[in-house]
């Protein structure tokens, strides 16, 4: 995403990050050492277009995702 439309579209970007990049080799190393795990751990995320904002949001707020990731292109 180009970073003008985010300003001059006055555009909010809300986000998180908990993690550090120790906890993410830590996971990364845990996944190498469990690959039978990966399939199951990708049903658990669910991605939408950044274009379908409000239907991830909708689907948030009603419980069907386990983790929702918004991915541009």
Do not use: H
């Not at 809300?14 to 993410?24: C, H, K, P, T």
């Not at 795990?37 to 689907?59: F, G, H, K, Q, W």
């Amino acid at each position: 995403m180009s970073p003008e439309i985010i300003t001059f579209k006055a555009l909010r970007i809300l986000g998180s990050s908990q993690y550090d990049l120790d906890d993410i080799r830590s996971y990364l190393d845990f996944l190498e050492r469990n690959p039978e795990l990966a399939e199951t751990i990708l049903r658990m995320v669910t991605t939408y277009p950044v274009s379908r904002v409000n239907d991830a949001y909708a689907d948030i707020r009603a419980g069907k995702n386990i983790k929702t990731i918004l991915v541009g292109g």
